[in-house]
C-alpha cells in the first residue's frame, strides 16, 4: 500500500492560488479515488476516476474544484482561488478493476496524503 | 443518503485493556464493511474487512470485527491493547453501486 503515492505532502497557499494535487496509483491499477479530511471528521469521498474518464464527481464542490486521470501520469485535484475553508488533508487511493457486486469489491490502497493549507 | 456512525471519538486505555470500538450504518441493502487503521503520521492501512460468509472478522495485529446484520454494526474488537495500537481508526461501508462512506473516526490513545 506504500505504492500510492502523493505529492507534495505538504502544500501552503494564499486565498485565491491555486492548489495541485498529485496522486501516482499503485503499478497495475486502473482507477483513483480522492478524499478530503477536515480537522474532526471523517474522510469524505469526493471523486472516482478511471484513466480519462471520471465515474463518479457528486463528492466534489461543483465549483473551484476539478480533477483529472490522463491517459499518461498522475491523477491531479485541481482547486482554484482557495480558500481558507480548503485547508485539509486529501487522499488519494487506488484500486484494480471495482467488481461488481456485492463480495467482488477490489480494495482501496491509500497515500499518505496532502496536507493543504491556505493562509 | 447512507452514513457511518462511530460512537466514541477518544479513547483512552492502559495497556492489556480490552477494546471494543463502535460503528454502525444506516444502509439497509447488501454492503462490504471494512476498519481501517491511520498510526500518526502514516496513511490509512487497511485492518480488515467483511465481504460475505462468516459474520466474525479477523484481521492484523490481532484485531476482529463482527457483523451483526439485525442491529447494522460491525464493532472493531480487540483482547488485550499495547501501547503501538495508538491510533486513529475508521470505519467505512460501501454498498454495491455506490463509494466507501466513512465514519468520522475514533482516536485511540493507550497509556504504558
Known amino acids: 500500500n506504500a505504492g500510492v503515492m502523493q505529492n507534495p505532502r505538504h502544500l501552503v497557499r494564499r486565498r485565491g492560488q491555486e492548489a495541485r494535487l498529485r496522486c501516482s496509483p499503485m503499478?497495475?491499477?486502473?482507477?483513483v479515488y480522492w478524499y478530503r479530511q477536515l480537522p474532526e471528521e471523517g474522510l469524505k469521498f469526493m471523486v472516482y476516476?478511471?484513466?480519462?474518464?471520471?465515474?463518479?464527481e457528486s463528492g466534489m464542490p461543483k465549483e473551484r474544484f476539478s480533477a483529472e486521470f490522463p491517459k499518461e501520469g498522475p491523477s491531479i485535484l485541481r482547486i482554484q482561488q482557495v480558500v481558507r475553508g480548503d485547508s485539509a488533508a486529501y487522499f488519494c487511493?487506488?484500486?484494480?478493476?471495482?467488481?461488481?457486486?456485492?463480495?467482488?469489491?477490489?480494495?482501496?490502497?491509500f497515500g499518505p496524503g496532502t496536507r493543504l493549507t491556505v493562509t | 443518503a447512507q452514513s457511518v456512525s462511530q460512537h466514541n471519538h477518544h479513547v483512552i486505555l492502559s495497556e492489556a485493556a480490552s477494546l471494543e470500538l463502535g460503528c454502525n450504518y444506516s444502509y439497509g441493502g447488501t454492503v462490504n464493511l471494512f476498519w481501517y487503521v491511520q498510526y500518526p503520521g502514516q496513511h490509512l492501512q487497511l485492518l480488515l474487512k467483511?465481504?460475505?460468509?462468516?459474520?466474525l472478522v479477523k484481521g492484523i495485529k490481532g484485531f476482529e470485527a463482527e457483523f451483526i446484520k439485525s442491529k447494522f454494526s460491525f464493532n472493531l474488537r480487540k483482547p488485550s491493547v499495547q501501547w503501538s495500537d495508538t491510533a486513529e481508526y475508521f470505519c467505512?461501508?460501501?454498498?454495491?453501486?455506490?463509494?466507501?462512506?466513512f465514519g468520522k473516526g475514533t482516536m485511540l490513545l493507550v497509556s504504558p
Open positions: 467483511y465481504f460475505s460468509g462468516d459474520p
Open positions: 487511493a487506488s484500486s484494480r478493476q471495482p467488481g461488481q457486486g456485492a463480495g467482488t469489491l477490489s480494495e482501496q490502497y
Open positions: 503499478k497495475g491499477h486502473s482507477h
Open positions: 476516476l478511471q484513466k480519462e474518464n471520471i465515474i463518479d
Open positions: 467505512a461501508v460501501k454498498r454495491v453501486d455506490s463509494t466507501l462512506t
